[in-house]
């Protein structure tokens, strides 16, 4: 697959340009511009270009230009991102790629957006705790060339992503379980991020996890996120949180601190943290009955 990179060093009242070309096209190359706001306190990154159809449109981060991270993503250009976190950083790179998406063939199985707590996707419930809280969920697959499109699943009738993918995913269509697997449980060089909304109707409270061996750069996970946060329509009096997987537990208590900076800076921004805990939503019990 072609991408086409253009590379921008974050440097505070700075604008300097490091451009990488791969593709004759050139005009139809994403251009990345960043403005200081001294102000807000805050980089505000525009990528411009043509905005062909079809295209997915991602801006990733780096520290160091040896790992990148996605951190946002648009179907259309012009395009501004707020990076609310550059103030606190010595030094970064931004770095934005346009791809051609996947084509996913519609069915009823899938959908971009869910509704809580009644939403027809939803998984039959489970009753966790002395108080025999119910426990609901609606699992989703996010395809990293596809940003930002989630497909979440009916889960009701498919209760595992494998099940999912192999049989809705077009590009990973009869894909082996081995092979699924290399895909999917490497953050961040996975190309298949897997997750799961958990919900309890009486507590009017959802929690997002996503799956993963390696744990997820905060950057990355703060994006993610986001982007399954703003496609759940839900009362105004319900609360999301962040509910971390075994495999992620320690690095979202170690990365605590930056998703606490970035909730004071975005305070529009759903909380994002370990909020969840066994004596509300029993992870243990539910993730027996999910996988």
Same mark, same amino acid.
Request: hydrophobic fraction near 40%; aromatic fraction near 12%.
């Given at each position: 697959?072609?991408?086409?990179?253009?590379?921008?060093?974050?440097?505070?009242?700075?604008?300097?340009?490091?451009?990488?070309?791969?593709?004759?096209?050139?005009?139809?190359?994403?251009?990345?511009?960043?403005?200081?706001?001294?102000?807000?306190?805050?980089?505000?990154?525009?990528?411009?270009?043509?905005?062909?159809? +079809?295209?997915?449109?991602?801006?990733?981060?780096? &520290? /160091?230009?040896?790992?990148?991270?996605?951190?946002?993503?648009?179907?259309?250009?012009?395009?501004?991102?707020?990076?609310?976190?550059?103030?606190?950083? &010595?030094? +970064?790179?931004?770095?934005?790629?346009?791809? &051609?998406?996947?084509?996913?063939?519609?069915?009823?199985?899938?959908?971009?957006?869910?509704?809580?707590?009644?939403?027809?996707?939803? *998984?039959?419930?489970?009753?966790?705790?002395?108080?025999?809280?119910?426990?609901?969920?609606?699992?989703? &697959?996010?395809?990293? /060339?596809?940003?930002?499109? @989630?497909?979440?699943? /009916?889960?009701?009738?498919?209760?595992?992503?494998?099940?999912?993918?192999?049989?809705?995913?077009?590009?990973?269509?009869?894909?082996?379980?081995?092979?699924?697997?290399?895909?999917?449980?490497? !953050?961040?060089?996975?190309?298949?991020?897997?997750?799961?909304?958990?919900?309890? !109707?009486?507590?009017?409270?959802?929690?997002?996890?996503?799956?993963?061996? /390696?744990?997820?750069?905060?950057?990355?996970?703060?994006?993610?996120?986001?982007?399954?946060?703003? *496609?759940?329509?839900?009362?105004?009096?319900?609360?999301?949180?962040?509910?971390? @997987?075994?495999?992620? $537990?320690?690095? $979202?208590?170690?990365?605590?601190?930056?998703?606490?900076?970035?909730?004071?800076?975005?305070?529009?921004?759903?909380?994002? +943290?370990?909020? @969840?805990?066994?004596?509300?939503?029993?992870?243990?019990? @539910?993730?027996?009955?999910?996988?």
């Amino acid at each position: 697959m072609n991408r086409r990179f253009h590379l921008l060093p974050l440097f505070p009242g700075i604008i300097l340009w490091l451009i990488a070309f791969n593709d004759p096209l050139r005009s139809q190359e994403p251009v990345v511009g960043v403005s200081w706001n001294r102000a807000a306190g805050h980089l505000q990154v525009e990528v411009t270009g043509i905005s062909p159809a +079809g295209h997915s449109h991602r801006l990733d981060f780096s &520290p /160091d230009l040896a790992q990148w991270v996605p951190i946002g993503a648009s179907a259309t250009l012009p395009w501004q991102y707020t990076d609310t976190e550059a103030p606190f950083r &010595p030094r +970064g790179f931004y770095r934005a790629s346009s791809t &051609p998406t996947e084509s996913i063939t519609r069915h009823s199985s899938w959908k971009g957006g869910i509704t809580l707590p009644g939403d027809a996707f939803q *998984s039959d419930p489970i009753l966790t705790g002395f108080e025999q809280e119910e426990i609901r969920w609606i699992k989703f &697959p996010i395809l990293l /060339d596809n940003l930002p499109r @989630i497909y979440f699943q /009916d889960t009701s009738q498919y209760a595992f992503h494998y099940n999912f993918a192999n049989e809705r995913l077009d590009p990973i269509l009869g894909i082996g379980l081995e092979a699924y697997h290399d895909l999917t449980l490497h !953050p961040p060089r996975q190309q298949l991020v897997l997750g799961a909304v958990l919900f309890a !109707p009486n507590r009017s409270e959802f929690a997002i996890e996503f799956v993963g061996l /390696d744990p997820y750069p905060a950057e990355m996970l703060r994006f993610l996120f986001d982007l399954v946060d703003a *496609s759940i329509t839900r009362p105004a009096d319900w609360t999301g949180f962040y509910f971390p @997987i075994h495999e992620q $537990a320690p690095a $979202a208590a170690s990365n605590k601190s930056f998703f606490n900076l970035g909730q004071r800076r975005l305070p529009s921004a759903r909380p994002l +943290g370990c909020q @969840i805990r066994g004596g509300r939503l029993d992870g243990n019990r @539910i993730r027996r009955r999910q996988r």
